[in-house]
Structure formats: structure tokens, C-alpha cells
């Protein structure tokens, strides 16, 4: 069935720093991949999508691109805040125009700034 | 407060009792899902809700698990003799009828431990 991978973490970055957190994904179709992000003490939220191959999702600085040739959806942002220090989950959806219905959903990869 | 509400936030329970969680979604969206979360995973799909239809169970919602969405609006989710492999967060999201923007909104969970 469809799964996501995403790197393992936590990752550890000084402020300012390049940050990249890679995933990858399995589906069988062509499904819409999202990043979301959890802040302590908070519930997922959206940071930014993308539903079909080559669409660039961007929000707060952060940017994934949608390569199918390559199944990757990686996150990157060019200097990170302590303010970004959360748990980033990639995920994706098989069903169609950017439904975030019955999401699967990779493990998290916790991300931590130090000023 | 607007956002999707989950009640209680954190439940602790003796192994076999049964309990049952409330999620209020935002108003007037139409999909409820719920999800489960366990301790360094990410979110697993368990049930989706389009008013008060049930459209789609997971596998991993056994006999012992019932949702419910009797008037299209809050859901609860009811656990029955209740085992320690159901520790867990247990997440809500809500999202409007299909359109341009169907973001999915999560709420902040219950935390159900099983003793």
C-alpha cells in the first residue's frame, strides 16, 4: 500500500542554518503531498502542499518541490528560527485535487534550534 | 475559539473499562476524521465522516472501536474493554466540503493511557 518515509531525527541546528528533511513516498497513483508541522503543545497544522508533479509548495520560508521521478517531497527552509523548533510530518493522500481526507502520514522528524 | 475542539484532553483508564472521547469540529465543515497517534509515529487513519455518514473504517478500527456522528456535527469515538495497546493520542480533524481549499484542521488530541 502507500507509505511515506521521511528522515529520522531529531535534527539539531543553530539558528540561521540550511535545513533539509528529506521524504520520500510510495503510492500507486498520483497522490497530493503535504508537510505538516506540530508545535509543542499544539495540534498538527498545514504548512504547505503540493498535488501534482513539479508544483512547488511554499509557506514561512519553507519550500518542497513534488518530483515524481524521484518520489520526493523534500522540506527545506535557507535559515531556520529557534521559532521553527517543532515536529515536521510529510504525508500524502491518494485521493484527488488536494483532499487532505484519510492522510498517511510518516513519522516525524523533530527538529530543534539553538540560538 | 473556532478551531476543532477535543474533549477530555488526557484520560487515564483501567484495562478492560470502555471510554469515550468528543470531537467538535469547526462549524459548517462537513468531514470529520479521526486518527490515532502513538509514541514516535505518525498519525494512522481510523474513520472519516461526511455529515453524519460513515464513509470509510481503517483496518486498524477493530470490533471494540465505535464512532459516531449521530447529527452531522461533534462525532465521539468509543473504545470497549480497553487494552494497553490502546495507549494512544487520539487526534479529530475537520475539513470543509470539497472546493479550492479543503485543508484538513487537527485538534490538539486526547492523550488515553491504558493501566
Not at chain 1, 9 to 20: D, H, I, R, Y
Request: charged share 20%; hydrophobic share 30%; aromatic share 10%.
Amino acid at each position: 500500500g502507500d507509505s511515506v518515509t521521511q528522515m529520522e531525527g531529531p535534527v539539531t541546528l543553530s539558528e540561521e542554518a540550511f535545513l533539509t528533511i528529506n521524504c520520500t513516498y510510495t503510492a500507486t497513483g498520483y497522490p497530493s503531498l503535504f508537510w505538516y508541522v506540530q508545535y509543542p503543545g499544539e495540534g498538527l497544522q498545514l504548512l504547505l502542499k503540493a498535488t501534482k508533479a513539479d508544483d512547488k509548495g511554499s509557506n514561512k520560508g519553507f519550500e518542497a518541490t513534488y518530483r515524481k521521478e524521484t518520489t520526493s517531497f523534500h522540506l527545506e527552509k535557507g535559515s531556520v528560527q529557534v521559532s521553527d523548533s517543532a515536529v515536521y510530518f510529510c504525508a500524502l493522500s491518494d485521493r484527488g485535487g488536494g483532499s487532505q481526507g484519510n492522510l498517511i502520514f510518516g513519522k516525524g522528524t523533530k527538529l530543534s534550534v539553538k540560538p | 475559539d473556532t478551531g476543532v475542539s477535543q474533549d477530555p484532553r488526557h484520560k487515564i483508564t483501567k484495562r478492560g473499562q470502555n471510554v469515550t472521547f468528543r470531537c467538535d469540529p469547526i462549524s459548517e465543515h462537513n468531514r470529520l476524521y479521526w486518527y490515532r497517534q502513538t509514541l514516535g509515529q505518525g498519525p494512522e487513519f481510523l474513520t472519516y465522516f461526511q455529515n453524519e455518514a460513515q464513509l470509510e473504517k481503517s483496518r486498524l478500527l477493530s470490533d471494540r472501536f465505535s464512532a459516531e456522528r449521530p447529527k452531522g456535527s461533534f462525532s465521539t469515538l468509543e473504545i470497549q474493554r480497553t487494552e494497553q495497546g490502546d495507549s494512544a493520542m487520539y487526534l479529530c480533524a475537520s475539513s470543509p466540503p470539497t472546493g479550492a481549499n479543503t485543508e484538513a484542521f487537527f485538534g490538539q488530541g486526547t492523550r488515553l493511557t491504558v493501566v
